[in-house]
């Protein structure tokens, strides 16, 4: 595994921790990683993609980055102007953006953001979250509200050892050397054993999701060429799901293709294939 550059860039008060693979030189694809992941998350395929400058940031909340204040929230529209200010303070004129599950849901907002400036989007088993109907709006706030009273309620949770969240994030789904991966930023040592560095909001239910309607403007919107990688074992498995893989295509110009493996299979046994689709992809 290719040895990361550490990267840290302030913004809007907040401290956002990333690292850097690759040639510093080398065109830029900023990479954004899934929910409760970290940077780490793109370790894996860095040394396939070494003639680039891949940028991989710690999304506030989640990794070494900052949590929001306590009046914060973390919709997945909240990291843009942060993600716009980190992009700017780099002096990227123009880059491609990645991102997988709900990084992926952040790669579209921030690329119609972007407009012109991102030249690539790259969707890795991921797109806007599951639309919600207008009737169940008022049904979704309340849940936010039940989610935020709770906050205090709950105490965080502690693992004796590395091993024993290994094995919780098996369960979830993850093979065990992904979870010893993302171990090393999701964790914090404290007297006893271990606790979660991520936002426990992250877990909250959103206040306002997007609608079909408002799912479909945002593709609709983009003009940027879009490559979207669909695990054979991942999102699609899952679901309800298919009308929102299937509305992927309402982006001009894009490539929808399945890859091999699981969810994560970019860090796990789809590495290297999808490393070399995003490479044919980005040139």
């Known amino acids: 595994m290719t040895t990361p550059r550490p990267l840290n860039v302030r913004v809007d008060g907040l401290n956002y921790a990333g690292l850097e693979w690759g040639d510093p030189e080398g065109y830029p694809i900023l990479c954004l990683h899934g929910w409760l992941d970290n940077a780490l998350s793109f370790s894996v395929m860095a040394p396939y993609l070494n003639r680039y400058r891949l940028i991989a940031l710690d999304l506030s909340g989640q990794g070494l980055s900052d949590h929001r204040s306590p009046d914060g929230t973390y919709h997945i529209w909240d990291d843009i102007p942060q993600l716009l200010a980190v992009i700017e303070s780099m002096d990227l004129p123009s880059l491609a953006v990645l991102g997988h599950s709900r990084g992926a849901a952040i790669a579209v907002l921030l690329a119609t953001a972007l407009q012109a400036r991102c030249s690539h989007l790259i969707l890795l088993d991921g797109m806007l979250p599951s639309p919600v109907s207008s009737e169940s709006a008022v049904e979704q706030f309340l849940q936010a509200q039940k989610d935020r009273q709770s906050l205090d309620a709950r105490p965080p949770r502690l693992f004796p050892d590395i091993e024993a969240f290994v094995s919780a994030r098996q369960r979830l789904g993850f093979s065990a050397q992904s979870a010893r991966i993302l171990a090393r930023r999701a964790l914090r040592e404290v007297q006893g054993g ?65 890859v091999p493996g699981s969810h994560h299979t970019h860090m796990e046994e789809g590495a290297s294939y999808v490393a070399d689709r995003v490479a044919a992809f980005v040139g």
Do not use: Q
């Open 194 to 258: 271990w606790v979660l560095t991520h936002d426990p909001r992250l877990n909250h239910a959103s206040a306002v999701k997007l609608s079909r309607e408002m799912c479909a403007a945002f593709y609709e919107a983009l003009t940027i060429n879009t490559l979207a990688l669909v695990a054979d074992e991942g999102l699609r498995k899952r679901g309800g799901l298919s009308a929102s893989l299937e509305a992927v295509k309402d982006i001009a110009g894009c490539t929808v293709e399945a």
